[in-house]
């Protein structure tokens, strides 16, 4: 069904989408399970914005992972979960038991009173629970919102409190390489910070370790679980009813509330995961996301288990207990597809080739990069010593609000160029624009990536706040959709991803706002202002690089040092680990405009350390700065 076979059978395929895109996609969704088949394929104007598929059409998204499936392939293993510790045995779950899984906590679900439209938290580490508690939700009509379990009670409670979730579901710990987390005590710090919309809180075992349980809100998820019914009639859901929000950085302060619906995602997830991967039945596929991104969501479990795969769900990290685990479980389950991100290819490199010496890796046909650009050594590596000359690396380019992979080559059918995420996917027509948002035709140039017509798992809105959707997508460039990145169309048409060009940073993969940082930052009490910028770090792709006015350091009565550490604990805190800086430079003014602006480009360089153009600072308020950060950057007159 759907499925790619050659190249000549894309550029037939891409052909057919762009002249008649509704006849395409409902070609792809007649694959599928509508209890009421649609009215229309699409209705769309990007002014408001407005992109609505499949319109009336009545359906449920885990009817179709299950009950479209269950008499063909009841008995596949649907997930395959490994442990941090490979010492304790890995779980295979096949369909029918997943069905069940889903269906009992689904009732147990309802019978604390969520139901249809309801937000629900997820903020639980990588077992197959995660899976089961977005998939419960989704059978019920109610909204999930997963949170990665390495955010913050902070984060987390702001999360809660735009979305007004009535329920989190946690676990009572959470194992990351030799480390034991505290999962439990998170929430309960996040509940005190929000407004009360929670009403339930369902904690699952994992760690066993001790934590506190509120009486009337806490309840353990095995007990809830114990006589509830495994059976559970999905309910039914309009094609453009909510699926989950996902909160995603942008470069204001305040994450925002990505929207998917559920027709148009279903399709997407499941089409462009069965062309990318070129997945065939009996396939071992690998993602090592964690289901907090959206890669998670839509190449972990929906696109995977639409299309009938067994996926891989890997609660560890790539070096615990040694470098080599992941080869190790690629060997140990004969994994087909792996998927994963530059920053841990970078990371795994870094310890040489010995790690890969004791491991086959010979299941594996293809290879996937995803999250940020990947530079050719790493990309070279990757693709001679893991998947030994012989496997595709597919680089595949897209975001949390494209909901799926948009360019990407297709394995073993694209033929590949390192760095390059080569050609769209059919449905999707990427344009290339200037600053003034004229449109680049033709091959050799580069400028800024814009889509320009819908595709069915775009984004519908910010929650809660369109507007704020319009102004950040589609009011850069009238009549498109701005990705914010910059982007290249070589001689062959191939697409090379450039990187962003707003304050989005990308560290490990993982998006972060300047501003959300500087926000974090600036909660110190003796911090007056500061500036975040990102500089090219070996390992993470992009560190964080922080500018910081503080109080007079006599009167603090700290060394700087101490402030330092201070500084970058409070941004632990407020965000989470991932989000603390590389470096802090105390400064005593930051490089501003006439208008106030900072002159983020000034500070990018000096991070960057180099200092050769830093073009005309004489139109800045303040340029005798300049100077001092200079020097205090090490950087020599
Ligand atoms: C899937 C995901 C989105 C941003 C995006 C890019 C960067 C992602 C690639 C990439 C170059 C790639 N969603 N990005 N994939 N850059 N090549 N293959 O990562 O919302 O978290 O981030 O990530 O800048 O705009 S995300």
Redesign the pocket.
Same mark, same amino acid.
């Given at each position: 069904m759907s499925r790619i076979h050659s190249l000549g059978g894309y550029f037939h395929e891409y052909q057919k989408s762009v002249q008649n895109p509704e006849a395409f996609w409902a070609s792809v969704a007649d694959n599928f399970y509508w209890r009421k088949k649609w009215d229309k394929v699409l209705e769309w104007n990007f002014e408001e914005p407005k992109a609505e598929w499949f319109i009336n059409g009545k359906l449920n998204i885990t009817e179709n992972i299950f009950e479209r499936q269950l008499f063909t392939h009841g008995d596949r293993t649907a997930i395959i979960w490994e442990p941090n510790d490979p010492n304790e045995p890995a779980e295979h779950i096949s369909y029918r038991e997943l069905y069940e899984r889903v269906c009992q906590f689904a009732n147990v679900l309802q019978a604390k009173g969520i139901a249809k439209g309801d937000r629900v938290m997820i903020y639980l580490p990588m077992i197959p629970e995660a899976a089961v508690a977005m998939l419960a939700c989704a059978r019920i009509g109610a909204i999930h919102s997963v949170v990665f379990a390495g955010f913050s009670a902070t984060a987390l409670a702001d999360r809660i409190k735009d979305c007004q979730a009535k329920a989190v579901l946690t676990s009572d710990g959470n194992y990351r390489g030799n480390k034991t987390i505290e999962v439990k005590s998170v929430v309960d710090e996040a509940l005190s910070m929000s407004d009360g919309s929670v009403e339930t809180v369902i904690v699952c075992q994992r760690t066993k370790q001790a934590i506190s349980m509120t009486a009337g809100r806490d309840h353990w998820w095995h007990e809830l679980c114990q006589g509830a019914s495994i059976e559970h009639k999905a309910e039914e859901m309009d094609s453009e009813d909510m699926l989950f929000i996902l909160y995603?950085s942008g470069s204001t302060g305040k994450p925002k509330g990505v929207v998917h619906t559920t027709g148009g995602y279903m399709i997407y997830t499941y089409y462009s995961f069965k062309n990318v991967f070129q997945y065939n039945p009996g396939d071992v596929y690998w993602c090592t996301a964690d289901v907090g !991104?959206? +890669?998670g969501h839509s190449y972990i479990v929906y696109g995977p288990l639409l299309a009938g795969a067994t996926t891989l769900m890997f609660e560890g990290v790539p070096t615990y207990p040694h470098p080599g685990r992941f080869w190790e479980v690629i060997d140990k389950h004969q994994v087909n597809q792996f998927y994963t991100a530059p920053t841990a290819i970078r990371a795994l490199q870094a310890f040489g080739l010995e790690p890969l010496q004791d491991y086959k890796l010979s299941s594996l046909k293809t290879l996937g990069?995803?999250?940020?650009?990947?530079n050719e050594e790493a990309w070279r590596w990757y693709h001679d010593h893991v998947g030994k000359d012989r496997c595709p690396v597919v680089?595949?380019? !897209?975001? +949390?609000?494209?909901g799926g992979?948009l360019?990407?080559p297709l394995s073993g059918i694209t033929p590949t160029k390192p760095t390059y995420?080569t050609l769209p996917l059919p449905g999707i027509q990427p344009v290339i624009v200037d600053a003034e948002g004229n449109e680049l035709k033709g091959n050799s140039v580069e400028g800024n990536l814009c889509i320009k017509f819908p595709w069915p798992s775009m984004l519908r809105t910010t929650y809660g706040d369109h507007e704020r959707c319009r102004q950040t997508y589609f009011a850069t460039y009238k009549g498109y959709y701005f990705?914010?990145?910059g982007v290249k169309r070589d001689e062959d048409g191939y697409y090379r991803?450039l990187?962003?060009v707003d304050d989005?940073i990308?560290v490990s993969?993982?998006?972060m706002g300047t501003a959300e940082v500087e926000n974090a930052i600036n909660e110190h009490p003796l911090v007056i202002e500061s500036a975040v910028v990102g500089f090219p770090h070996e390992i993470k792709g992009q560190g964080i690089y922080a500018y910081v006015i503080c109080e007079d350091l006599e009167k603090t009565q700290r060394t700087e040092e101490v402030l330092k550490k201070e500084i970058i604990d409070t941004v632990s805190k407020i965000i989470g680990p991932i989000a603390k800086p590389d470096k802090v430079l105390l400064v005593s003014g930051l490089p501003k405009t006439r208008s106030g602006k900072i002159m983020r480009r000034i500070l990018r360089k000096v991070a960057e350390g180099d200092v050769s153009s830093l073009g005309d600072i004489s139109t800045l308020l303040n340029p005798e700065v300049v100077e001092e950060i200079k020097t205090k950057a090490g950087i020599p007159a």
């Amino acid at each position: 069904m759907s499925r790619i076979h050659s190249l000549g059978g894309y550029f037939h395929e891409y052909q057919k989408s762009v002249q008649n895109p509704e006849a395409f996609w409902a070609s792809v969704a007649d694959n599928f399970y509508w209890r009421k088949k649609w009215d229309k394929v699409l209705e769309w104007n990007f002014e408001e914005p407005k992109a609505e598929w499949f319109i009336n059409g009545k359906l449920n998204i885990t009817e179709n992972i299950f009950e479209r499936q269950l008499f063909t392939h009841g008995d596949r293993t649907a997930i395959i979960w490994e442990p941090n510790d490979p010492n304790e045995p890995a779980e295979h779950i096949s369909y029918r038991e997943l069905y069940e899984r889903v269906c009992q906590f689904a009732n147990v679900l309802q019978a604390k009173g969520i139901a249809k439209g309801d937000r629900v938290m997820i903020y639980l580490p990588m077992i197959p629970e995660a899976a089961v508690a977005m998939l419960a939700c989704a059978r019920i009509g109610a909204i999930h919102s997963v949170v990665f379990a390495g955010f913050s009670a902070t984060a987390l409670a702001d999360r809660i409190k735009d979305c007004q979730a009535k329920a989190v579901l946690t676990s009572d710990g959470n194992y990351r390489g030799n480390k034991t987390i505290e999962v439990k005590s998170v929430v309960d710090e996040a509940l005190s910070m929000s407004d009360g919309s929670v009403e339930t809180v369902i904690v699952c075992q994992r760690t066993k370790q001790a934590i506190s349980m509120t009486a009337g809100r806490d309840h353990w998820w095995h007990e809830l679980c114990q006589g509830a019914s495994i059976e559970h009639k999905a309910e039914e859901m309009d094609s453009e009813d909510m699926l989950f929000i996902l909160y995603t950085s942008g470069s204001t302060g305040k994450p925002k509330g990505v929207v998917h619906t559920t027709g148009g995602y279903m399709i997407y997830t499941y089409y462009s995961f069965k062309n990318v991967f070129q997945y065939n039945p009996g396939d071992v596929y690998w993602c090592t996301a964690d289901v907090g !991104w959206i +890669t998670g969501h839509s190449y972990i479990v929906y696109g995977p288990l639409l299309a009938g795969a067994t996926t891989l769900m890997f609660e560890g990290v790539p070096t615990y207990p040694h470098p080599g685990r992941f080869w190790e479980v690629i060997d140990k389950h004969q994994v087909n597809q792996f998927y994963t991100a530059p920053t841990a290819i970078r990371a795994l490199q870094a310890f040489g080739l010995e790690p890969l010496q004791d491991y086959k890796l010979s299941s594996l046909k293809t290879l996937g990069s995803v999250g940020e650009p990947i530079n050719e050594e790493a990309w070279r590596w990757y693709h001679d010593h893991v998947g030994k000359d012989r496997c595709p690396v597919v680089d595949t380019w !897209w975001q +949390t609000e494209t909901g799926g992979i948009l360019i990407s080559p297709l394995s073993g059918i694209t033929p590949t160029k390192p760095t390059y995420a080569t050609l769209p996917l059919p449905g999707i027509q990427p344009v290339i624009v200037d600053a003034e948002g004229n449109e680049l035709k033709g091959n050799s140039v580069e400028g800024n990536l814009c889509i320009k017509f819908p595709w069915p798992s775009m984004l519908r809105t910010t929650y809660g706040d369109h507007e704020r959707c319009r102004q950040t997508y589609f009011a850069t460039y009238k009549g498109y959709y701005f990705t914010g990145d910059g982007v290249k169309r070589d001689e062959d048409g191939y697409y090379r991803i450039l990187g962003r060009v707003d304050d989005v940073i990308n560290v490990s993969g993982h998006r972060m706002g300047t501003a959300e940082v500087e926000n974090a930052i600036n909660e110190h009490p003796l911090v007056i202002e500061s500036a975040v910028v990102g500089f090219p770090h070996e390992i993470k792709g992009q560190g964080i690089y922080a500018y910081v006015i503080c109080e007079d350091l006599e009167k603090t009565q700290r060394t700087e040092e101490v402030l330092k550490k201070e500084i970058i604990d409070t941004v632990s805190k407020i965000i989470g680990p991932i989000a603390k800086p590389d470096k802090v430079l105390l400064v005593s003014g930051l490089p501003k405009t006439r208008s106030g602006k900072i002159m983020r480009r000034i500070l990018r360089k000096v991070a960057e350390g180099d200092v050769s153009s830093l073009g005309d600072i004489s139109t800045l308020l303040n340029p005798e700065v300049v100077e001092e950060i200079k020097t205090k950057a090490g950087i020599p007159a």
